[in-house]
């Protein structure tokens, strides 16, 4: 069966720090992965989608950027954190055709001080 | 532009009682749509999914409606228990046969359920 791993679970961080978090996907091959934002009191917000090595799609301009150097492999990464980007990251995952639910992460909770 | 809406912030039922979870939806372009369970401090656990070319699509307790006419669906949960209690998000995604991509879901705000022993 397929699983995803995604670390930390918490994380705080001063502003202006960098920033990467890993997920990983075990299972499946040439998955479409995803990253996701809560913030506080709303909904899940698509920020990166990949459908293969190396390419990155972004639905937000964003003091964010993501990375995919491997097939099951899904990295956010900021150079320099900002106050506005503490919430809850979620990473995903979904079969390649047609219609597939996604598949999520347990996520981390980033704080930036 | 909040395109899918789950208006209701909170449900409170009986255990074994039904459990019934509203979403509407603005963009007539959506063609598949997903509920999903959330516990605090995890990530959303998919439960159900229904294509539009449906109306009902069922799976053990669960059961989720489609109105297209009415850009509604619900999500029925019968007998409700405690172990339900969760946040439920509706999502929905426009696939590559509406012209757009089923990469990506778009979340109402969810609905916290509480099932009461």
């Known amino acids: 069966s397929q699983t995803i791993h995604q670390w930390p679970a918490t994380l705080v961080q001063p502003v202006g720090s960098p920033l990467s978090l890993e997920c990983t996907v075990e299972g499946t091959s040439n998955p479409n992965l995803y990253w996701y934002r809560q913030a506080a009191g709303r909904g899940l917000q698509l920020l990166f989608y990949s459908v293969g090595i190396g390419q990155i799609s972004s639905e937000v301009p964003q003091n964010l950027s993501a990375s995919r150097p491997q097939d099951r492999q899904f990295i956010l990464s900021s150079k320099k954190l900002l106050l506005s980007d503490s919430g809850f990251y979620l990473c995903a995952w979904s079969m390649g055709i047609g219609n597939q639910p996604q598949h999520f992460g347990d996520g981390t909770r980033l704080s930036i001080l | 532009d909040q395109q899918v809406k789950q208006n209701s912030p909170s449900l409170s039922v009986q255990e074994g009682r039904i459990s019934i979870l509203n979403c509407d939806y603005t963009?007539?372009?959506?063609?598949?749509f997903l509920w999903y369970k959330k516990y605090p401090a995890e990530g959303p656990t998919f439960l159900i999914s229904i294509s539009s070319i449906k109306d009902k699509n069922e799976d053990g307790r669960f059961t989720v409606f489609l109105n297209k006419s009415a850009k509604h669906l619900s999500l029925h949960i019968v007998p409700s228990q405690p172990g339900d209690s969760a946040v439920y998000f509706c999502a929905a995604s426009a696939g590559a046969n509406s012209g757009g991509s089923n990469y990506k879901l778009t979340f109402g705000k969810g609905t916290l359920l509480t099932v009461n022993p």
């Open positions: 963009n007539s372009m959506f063609d598949y």
